[in-house]
């Protein structure tokens, strides 16, 4: 009997401790699915493009499709949602971010074009968003954060989702200086880095949005492995896969929401990693898809106030022009304009293309949105810069007016504008837009 007593209490004994030790064990890993939404460089495009696609109201529609079905699923905007068409010029991008609020996004970084009208209008646009505008390395002469926080965590399917903003650290060559004040980037790898240490055992997913160049894309798939997911915007030219690293993934879509992109993604929360992704693009067809009625509402609104303003007939073209054709279009027009003898337009200054048949105010605004002035100098041909002469032959003593842009006299030394320093253009002669909308009157045919 005592023998049976014993052996009865070291078998119980022994499931005690099978049970203690299943119990005290660390919770099996999980694989949880998360989807991600997402857009970048829309430039208020609120209406569809020549080739239908886009438009804020099928944008909205898309978005919502997708949506529908999915349980798992946040939406993100990599900036630029504002410049590019006369409704964000005119009301400096403030109707642009009220229609973008029935988007329902969950969060978004800032663009450089996002300070187009000033620093202080940026700020706007971040009391405007229903939705957190991060970012992570733009600070002022103090360390100050622009926008309220570096990054935001989300909380969907059980996932601590942590989105981390950045901007470009070439923002001080994409924007006049006097837009930004003392607000400037700091090192974008360093400032990612440092939010992903504070991070750590916050979040089950490190997601970085940021509107930043290829290089810097680059960078961060290739140097921060704690950034799992990347979503960029800048570069207007979508992927055409996602790229990957090391099991990271990075997706950008194209500009002037033609498309929305959707990564599905498999995230394994024991290794904050992930364990499967699937990426592709969506198309924002006008002629297939449904406009949001409430979007659509709202876009008819402004668009009626606007066509009030730039809806008036200017000229007859001929042809199609292209970006780069324009740009040498808008160089002879200006030098028409203003008796200069040399114009000089920087490529990302052209900003869409010239239709063949009735030309528009409207065509002028959405090629030249900025609210640059035209400034000119005096220079002995010796001193001109090879990007203005273009091959053409100058007496080097000879002296030579150049007119060229406000932001390409700020930024004179980038690739993209003169490269070079020093130069002076003491004479400010009017806006670019308005000289190019006289100039394109006067001419009425363009051929």
């Not at 997913?205 to 940021?210: E, S, T």
Request: net charge neutral.
């Amino acid at each position: 009997m005592c023998h049976a007593a014993l052996k009865w209490r070291s078998m119980s004994l022994r499931r005690y401790l099978a049970v203690a030790l299943v119990a005290c064990a660390p919770l099996a890993a999980e694989i949880r699915s998360l989807t991600i939404l997402h857009t970048n460089d829309v430039h208020a495009h609120l209406m569809p493009l020549d080739n239908h696609l886009g438009g804020f109201a099928y944008l909205a529609s898309v978005i919502r499709q997708e949506r529908a079905n999915c349980t798992d699923c946040i939406l993100l905007n990599a900036g630029d949602l504002v410049q590019g068409t006369p409704v964000s010029t005119i009301y400096h991008g403030l109707p642009v971010f009220e229609i973008a609020n029935l988007f329902g996004y969950d969060a978004a970084t800032l663009g450089n074009h996002e300070f187009d009208y000033g620093w202080m209008q940026a700020r706007k646009f971040i009391t405007i968003a229903k939705y957190p505008i991060v970012t992570a390395n733009l600070v002022n002469a103090k360390g100050e954060l622009f926008t309220p926080k570096p990054y935001v965590i989300l909380k969907v399917n059980e996932l601590r989702v942590a989105v981390i903003g950045g901007m470009t650290e070439e923002l001080h060559t994409l924007t006049n200086p006097s837009s930004m004040g003392d607000w400037h980037t700091t090192p974008l790898v360093e400032a990612v880095r440092k939010c992903a240490a504070e991070l750590r055992g916050q979040a089950d997913l490190i997601v970085l949005l940021a509107h930043i160049d290829g290089n810097e894309e680059q960078a961060i798939l290739e140097s921060v492995p704690e950034v799992q997911v990347s979503v960029t915007g800048h570069l207007h030219t979508g992927l055409a896969e996602a790229r990957s690293h090391d099991g990271r993934v990075l997706v950008r879509v194209k500009s002037y929401g033609v498309e929305l992109g959707r990564l599905d993604l498999k995230v394994d929360t024991a290794t904050h990693k992930l364990a499967d992704w699937k990426w592709k693009r969506i198309p924002v067809d006008s002629t297939k898809t449904a406009p949001a009625a409430d979007v659509a509402a709202l876009v008819d609104n402004w668009e009626t106030q606007v066509k009030a303003l730039v809806d008036r007939p200017m000229a007859i073209s001929k042809r199609e022009f292209t970006p780069r054709e324009i740009k040498s279009l808008m160089e002879k027009a200006l030098c028409e304009e203003t008796g200069a003898d040399f114009v000089f337009i920087n490529a990302g200054g052209v900003r869409d293309i010239l239709p063949k048949g009735q030309l528009l105010e409207r065509n002028v605004w959405n090629i030249m949105p900025f609210d640059n002035m035209l400034v000119m100098g005096t220079f002995k041909g010796k001193d001109l810069p090879g990007a203005v002469l273009n091959g053409r032959k100058v007496d080097p003593n000879h002296e030579y007016t150049l007119a060229v842009s406000d932001f390409t006299a700020a930024n004179q030394s980038t690739a993209e504008n003169l490269h070079t320093t020093g130069l002076q253009f003491p004479h400010q002669i009017g806006m670019v837009r308005d000289l190019l909308i006289d100039w394109f009157r006067k001419k009425k045919v363009i051929e």
